[in-house]
């Protein structure tokens, strides 16, 4: 399935650069993409008894009209192939790939405790001048890491939290590594 909103996505991207507004249709997509995120246009969206025609009338009167081409016109072909399902994950593909081009990294540190206002910002400023990117950056907390945090950015992994490092003391005690029975 990802690999289809992959296609979807890449799809709406190059249409949007052959068209010329790629900064439009990625504002736009944020909005529709957001809006359809709601529980309310998903039942519409996902109701195999509402027609198809209803479901464009509905999309055209939330903001359609509002939207640049090739925008509508490709919420319209994944309505009219009955790929409705699809439309907040292509969309959500579409704005990494915007992301990226606008020189955007998404970066979701996880932390066993909150971080002080400071470290966030520490953080935030050390990726930024790393990684040579803006980086949009969101921190949760997730006590069962026990100590210390994860860091992903952009499908990289940096764990160095004390959850992790117990694993690894425990396979590599399952392996008999690093064991050399008491010291005398």
């Not at 246009?41 to 009209?65: G, H, T």
């Not at 919420?75 to 579409?94: G, Y």
């Not at 953080?123 to 980086?135: A, C, G, S």
């Not at 026990?146 to 992790?164: A, K, P, Q």
């Amino acid at each position: 399935m990802a690999e289809i909103n992959r296609l979807y996505g890449k799809a709406l991207y190059d249409l949007a650069e052959q068209y010329g507004n790629l900064d439009a249709c990625l504002d736009q997509a944020v909005l529709v993409r957001d809006t359809l995120k709601l529980t309310e246009s998903q039942q519409i969206l996902a109701n195999p008894l509402i027609s198809k025609e209803s479901k464009f009338a509905f999309l055209k009167e939330a903001f359609l009209d509002t939207l640049a081409e090739p925008f509508s016109s490709f919420l319209e072909l994944l309505i009219s192939k009955n790929r409705e399902a699809l439309l907040v994950p292509s969309l959500t593909e579409f704005l990494r790939m915007g992301d990226r081009w606008r020189g955007v990294v998404e970066a979701h540190v996880v932390s066993a405790v909150m971080l002080r206002p400071e470290q966030v910002s520490a953080l935030h400023d050390v990726l930024q001048r790393k990684l040579e990117k803006t980086v949009d950056m969101t921190v949760t907390v997730d006590p069962a890491l026990i100590g210390g945090f994860y860091l992903n950015v952009d499908g990289h992994t940096v764990d160095s939290s004390v959850r992790r490092r117990l694993q690894d003391m425990k396979r590599s005690i399952e392996r008999g590594e690093g064991f050399d029975g008491p010291q005398t």
